[in-house]
Nanobody
Framework: EVQLQASGGGLVQAGGSLRLACAYSGFRIGDYAIGWFRQAPGKEREGVSCINNSDEPYYSDSVKGRFTISSDNAKNTVYLQMNSLKPEDTAVYYC????????????????WGQGTLVTVSS
């Protein structure tokens, strides 16, 4: 059974940092891609960053240069290091898995974890 669990959200001041973690089970990252998505109140869900075992990670333009995605295969965990946070980064962040293995948010991420709330104060 595929399962994902996101954690690490919280309240941080603008300019600060947070690291989100996505613990997964039921598959290998070599077969699937894992992505981080976020949804702010009243806005559509946005693909933030994606990773697989072979390609360069994907980053949306809004986070490029500030966020870094990484994978610890031994721990079955994918991390999203978020630096230089801005109030507009405030959202519920979700991790999801794509069985096609493509590290891009435009593909079918069929499995989702619960979200973790990130709040950035100005």
């Amino acid at each position: 059974e595929v399962q994902l669990q996101a954690s690490g959200g919280g309240l941080v001041q603008a300019g600060g940092s947070l690291r989100l973690a996505c613990a997964y089970s039921g598959f290998r990252i070599g077969d699937y891609a894992i992505g981080w998505f976020r949804q702010a109140p009243g806005k559509e869900r946005e693909g933030v960053s994606c990773i697989n075992n072979s390609d360069e990670p994907y980053y949306s333009d809004s986070v490029k240069g500030r966020f870094t995605i990484s994978s610890d295969n031994a721990k079955n965990t994918v991390y999203l290091q978020m630096n230089s946070l801005k109030p507009e980064d405030t959202a519920v962040y979700y991790c999801a898995a794509d069985p096609s293995g493509v590290a891009h948010p435009g593909y079918d991420y069929d499995y989702w974890g619960q979200g973790t709330l990130v709040t950035v104060s100005s």
